[in-house]
């Protein structure tokens, strides 16, 4: 979890600025993938936030940013 909000996980955009060979395109919805894309964004995180939140009544994560900040503090 570190990583995240240091944005250097190996998404597809990161990973072209390595002069990756490949498509940028998310695996899930066609979108580019980017840290906040894949973890915020994404129809299928999305869905994941919705679960946990009726799960465990956690409020879903809104940002990147938020991870480590307010998010974290009220789990
Ligand atoms: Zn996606």
Do not use: Y
Request: net charge positive.
């Amino acid at each position: 979890m570190w990583f995240v909000p240091k944005q250097v996980i190996l998404t597809k955009d990161n990973l072209l600025k390595r002069r990756w060979v490949g498509s940028s395109r998310c695996c899930f919805c066609d979108h580019d993938e980017t840290i906040q894309h894949l973890f915020i964004d994404c129809p299928l995180a999305k869905l994941l936030w919705q679960t946990i939140h009726i799960a465990f009544n956690i409020v879903p994560l809104i940002s990147i940013e938020s991870l480590f900040g307010t998010w974290l503090a009220g789990v």
